[in-house]
């Protein structure tokens, strides 16, 4: 499976409006208002304040980085388990 680099400028967050479908796999209680959610083929980040964020795959290589501004952005992957880091919170997520 080929996962597309920063390089190549397909990996990209992009934001959105609208409250994200489901739970999140955070508690945004205890990850300072960090609220993750994967959603088809999509990594969803809603945040109230800007955010440092990097995405991993399973095998540590970075997909991608990005400062987020508060709101509700996504990140479209393609299927596999992905490491979510935001601050000093790490969260799996499978899509």
């Known amino acids: ?7 190549s ?3 990209q967050w992009r934001e959105i409006s ?3 479908p489901g739970r999140s796999l955070t508690d945004a209680r205890t990850s300072d208002g960090v609220e993750i959610y994967q959603r088809s083929g999509a990594i969803i980040i809603k945040t109230q304040h800007t955010i440092q ?3 991993f795959t399973i095998l ?7 400062t987020l501004n508060p709101g509700t952005a996504e990140l479209r992957l393609n299927r596999g388990i992905y490491m979510v880091k935001v601050g000093n919170i790490t969260q799996k997520v499978a899509i």
Do not use: D, F
């Not at 499976?1 to 390089?7: G, H």
């Open 60 to 66: 540590g290589q970075l997909v991608s980085q990005a």
């Open 9 to 11: 400028g397909k990996v």
């Open 18 to 20: 609208g409250e994200p």
């Open 1 to 7: 499976m080929a996962i597309p680099s920063i390089a």
């Open 53 to 55: 964020v990097k995405v």
